[in-house]
């Protein structure tokens, strides 16, 4: 007989995975604000996942990191330190900034959430 369109297939999707890297080019181009990432900028990559055996990277420059990206992040590595970044970023300053950056806002918005719960 077959399955109804739209059924599942029996796998459970996988939550995205995030990484700071270096562009090598500047023709990759932020998700969210659609500009392009020049070369040699700090931006953090997403991994998604859309159906077993395929995944694709989709990219995010720094200044676009807001409340509910920071929430995503540590909702898959539970803490910022634990964002794997690039070998050539790990001793940069960046990096340190952004894994900043992810905590900073991803507190806040835990603190208001519980501001508006009270």
Not at 5 to 32: D, E, M, N, V, W
Not at 71 to 85: G, I, K, M, N, Q
């Amino acid at each position: 007989m077959g399955r109804p369109a739209g059924s599942a297939r029996g796998f459970k999707q996988r939550p995205s995975t995030y990484r700071l890297s270096i562009a090598p080019t500047g023709r990759g181009r932020c998700r969210k604000c659609h500009k392009a990432i020049s070369k040699g900028a700090p931006r953090i990559e997403i991994c998604a996942f859309v159906r077993p055996g395929r995944s694709t990277v989709l990219l995010r420059c720094v200044a676009c990191i807001d409340t509910a990206f920071a929430d995503a992040v540590l909702a898959t590595h539970s803490s910022s330190e634990r964002v794997p970044a690039d070998a050539a970023l790990n001793s940069s300053e960046a990096v340190h900034e952004i894994r900043d950056t992810i905590t900073r806002l991803a507190s806040r918005a835990k603190r208001e959430a519980q501001d508006t719960a009270v």
